[in-house]
């Protein structure tokens, strides 16, 4: 089965003890996973070696950086490179969330430089991809996604493909409590899929897990992850309350 994943995206919350009281909330509650199912927290940096410790001890549990740098090492202050995460002890970085798109002007070819660079220092990459109101409104968002893939995934081969996780997140869904419908955001993962399908084969494209992403709830999650192409979900402000991301976490088929 392909792995089931919760992932939190905390992006610039909490202070350093509130971190850990968020954490120690979530683990105390000591939910078993099965095989298949994980759990990721992608924490701010000044938190990542601390949360990474207090998962140590906790099967299929991990810290996910929230982004990384598209060159190896050098002078640019004020970055972080995926092999120093991966130095810290980390498996997995987000790559290209909408919100580093808009704000840090993040493009489809730097972020296929940043799924390198985390690929070559044994990082997952959960790559981002998802489009605005408007392309949405206008009823070309199956071609606008498949460009983001193809563009910053397509140059990989089929062993490094299947080693990236998606995360598709309308934009017009984050953080705006409007979420996509079970019957929109199927639709959208089978086509992501498809598009998979397309470049590297039926048996990869069923391999690989598509996480959906926007207003991700406690009392949402259960439905959106049952539809049969959505594994899971990438989850902003419902992860930085305990109850919310345990119950969310439940919801993992
Ligand atoms: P949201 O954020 O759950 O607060 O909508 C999701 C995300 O940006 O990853």
Redesign the pocket.
């Known amino acids: 089965m392909r792995k089931q994943i919760a992932?939190a995206?905390w992006?610039m919350n909490c202070t350093y003890k509130q971190a850990e009281s968020l954490l120690d909330d979530i683990l105390n509650t000591q939910v078993e996973l099965k095989n298949h199912q994980l759990v990721i927290f992608a924490v701010p940096y000044p938190f990542l070696i601390m949360a990474n410790s207090e998962v140590a001890d906790e099967d299929n549990y991990f810290v996910a950086a929230q982004n990384c740098y598209h060159q190896k090492s050098g002078a640019y202050t004020g970055e972080v490179s995926a092999e120093m995460l991966q130095s810290i002890g980390l498996h997995h970085c987000?790559v290209g969330?909408?919100?580093r798109r808009e704000h840090f002007n993040e493009n489809n070819a730097t972020l296929s430089q940043k799924v390198n660079m985390c690929l070559e220092s044994e990082l997952t990459p959960i790559f981002?991809c998802g489009e605005s109101l408007s392309i949405r409104e206008a009823g070309t968002q199956n071609d606008y996604v498949e460009v983001q893939l193809r563009e910053s995934l397509f140059h990989l081969s089929e062993v490094d493909i299947q080693r990236v996780i998606i995360?598709y997140?309308p934009i017009w869904?984050?953080?705006?409590?409007k979420?996509a419908t079970t019957a929109q955001t199927q639709e959208m993962h089978a086509h992501l899929r498809l598009v998979l399908e397309k470049k590297y084969g039926s048996l990869i494209a069923n391999n690989i897990s598509i996480l959906y992403?926007?207003?991700?709830?406690a009392s949402n999650a259960a439905e959106l992850f049952s539809c049969p192409d959505v594994d899971g979900?990438?989850?902003?402000?419902?992860?930085l309350i305990a109850a919310d991301f345990i119950s969310i976490i439940k919801s993992l088929k």
Do not use: F
């Open positions: 992932a995206n992006k987000l969330h909408s919100e981002c995360a997140e869904a984050i953080g705006t409590g979420t992403g926007g207003s991700v709830k979900g990438l989850v902003g402000g419902a992860s």
